[in-house]
């Protein structure tokens, strides 16, 4: 989904959205984390101001703690005009840490493997977003927050992998070493389904000094009287 066009990026030039600015997104809620239904934060529009009026928390929001930007999930009432009946979908506003009612209140670096981003919980109390600053269409905030976070998964996902392998060549060396062969073994790059525990020694051939090698005090000498 291309937003490049959308009115909550036609407000920044080019020079913000390069790299110069940081962005997070805000989605997850203390009483609702993945699950949009349980979402409490709130836009009402107010037509006299061409304003969003955005009240809510979010946590868990990524960078939110040194981001100029946000992209804010809130859910936003809708009448059909057809039936008259009012439902309630996701929009997504893009709101700045500068704005009156915007406070981040809570900034934590401790996420687990992923220490290059300090997220933060922000409270909007009465944050008036004006309408240039919707991301996407109304009711749609669900897209874009998907298409984030699929290009997250992916990320995050050859980050894992990385690791894993760098896990399994350095398993690899350790049981090269421990079995005696830590030349030919360094700097290899193991093969899948290819390492191996080194074989337990032979009976009567453990190095001298080594724990199963440990005699019990006395043993090989004759005892008195025998």
């Not at 037509?47 to 981001?67: D, R």
């Not at 001298?208 to 090989?220: L, N, Q, T």
Request: proline share 6%; charged share 25%; aromatic share 4%.
């Amino acid at each position: 989904m291309d937003l490049s066009a959308t009115n909550g990026l036609r407000v920044y030039d080019a020079t913000t959205l390069r790299a110069e600015i940081s962005w997070c997104l805000g989605m997850s809620e203390p009483g609702a984390g993945s699950d949009p239904t349980m979402m409490r934060t709130n836009a009402k529009y107010d037509p006299a101001t061409n304003e969003y009026i955005l009240n809510g928390e979010k946590k868990w929001a990524t960078s939110g703690a040194i981001s100029n930007l946000f992209t804010v999930m809130a859910k936003q009432k809708f009448i059909d005009p057809k039936t008259g009946k009012e439902s309630e979908r996701v929009s997504a506003l893009v709101c700045h840490p500068e704005m009156e009612g915007v406070d981040i209140y809570q900034k934590n670096r401790s996420k687990c493997g992923i220490r290059g981003t300090w997220q933060a919980r922000i409270r909007f109390n009465n944050v008036h977003v004006p309408k240039e600053n919707l991301l996407h269409i109304e009711g749609k905030g669900l897209n874009v927050a998907l298409t984030c976070l699929n290009y997250g998964r992916c990320t995050l996902s050859a980050g894992m992998l990385g690791g894993a392998r760098r896990a399994l060549a350095r398993r690899q060396r350790r049981l090269c070493r421990a079995a005696g062969r830590g030349r030919q073994c360094r700097g290899r790059r193991p093969a899948a389904g290819r390492v191996r525990a080194p074989a337990p020694p032979a009976p009567g051939r453990l190095r001298r000094g080594s724990a199963d090698s440990a005699a019990p005090p006395g043993a090989g000498r004759a005892s008195p009287g025998a």
